[in-house]
């Protein structure tokens, strides 16, 4: 069993609807949990990092960790062509160990 | 700053023959991490380092493959000898202290191997 899975798409949407990625992993152990955007031909970059379970916000995008069923979701609200992109989910044990990606969700957002 | 610097971008060498990538870091990063994505199998770390010194290179696929971090601001990751399946987009990326988790990622190099 892979130690984080995620549904790679792709997503396609309207301009402005509601978008919901997921990730699964399976080691309790996980304590960080971050999303990373990758643009075409670029390297991810950072969008949202959580600790522990709740939820973050920042902008229109929601961060929601579940440890308890080892699931983490990002939403993203009124959806933009410029949020098309390749979304990775990422986790770690510690904030010094190494970073494991999923696979990453590829999302197309349509004006 | 300019980020984290790879070069080069682009390559295309035949099978058999050595490539090599270099990546310089941000500058006061302590941790820098080479990555290897492919459409098949995502974004696999390779190896990474902490203040020079390798700590996990259990990603490294085989003895083909070597990374070396002589100084804080540069390191290498080179492939000899070089087969097609290598053929990948390899990214380095660093991180402080700031922030532990969040790496900051280089544009990455397009490796083809004919």
């Known amino acids: 069993q892979k130690e984080v899975e995620q549904d790679p798409g792709p997503l396609s949407v309207p301009e402005g609807a509601i978008v919901s990625l997921n990730c699964t992993y399976s080691n309790s152990a996980f304590q960080y949990f971050m999303w990373y955007r990758q643009y075409s031909r670029k390297g991810p970059e950072l969008l949202m990092y959580?600790?522990?379970?709740g939820n973050k916000e920042d902008g229109r995008f929601t961060a929601q960790v579940d440890k308890s069923s080892k699931y983490i979701s990002l939403f993203i609200r009124d959806s933009q062509p410029s949020d098309s992109a390749t979304y990775l989910c990422a986790i770690a044990k510690t904030s010094y160990d190494k970073v494991i990606f999923g696979p990453g969700t590829s999302l197309s957002v349509i004006p | 700053d300019a980020g984290v610097i790879q070069s080069p971008r682009h390559e295309v060498t035949e099978m058999g023959q050595e490539v090599t990538l270099r990546c310089k870091p941000i500058?006061?990063?302590?941790?820098l991490f080479w990555y290897r994505q492919t459409m098949m199998r995502g974004l696999e770390l390779l190896i990474y380092?902490?203040?020079?010194?390798?700590?996990?290179d259990s990603g490294m696929p085989e003895d083909r493959f070597s990374a070396k971090m002589p100084n804080a601001s540069f390191s290498t990751l080179k492939i000899q000898p070089s087969e097609p399946r290598d053929s990948a987009v390899y990214f380095c990326a660093s991180n402080g202290r700031d922030l532990p988790n969040e790496q900051f990622f280089g544009p990455g190099t397009r490796l083809t191997v004919l």
């Open positions: 500058s006061g990063h302590d941790y």
């Open positions: 380092f902490n203040n020079n010194v390798p700590i996990d």
């Open positions: 959580t600790y522990s379970s």
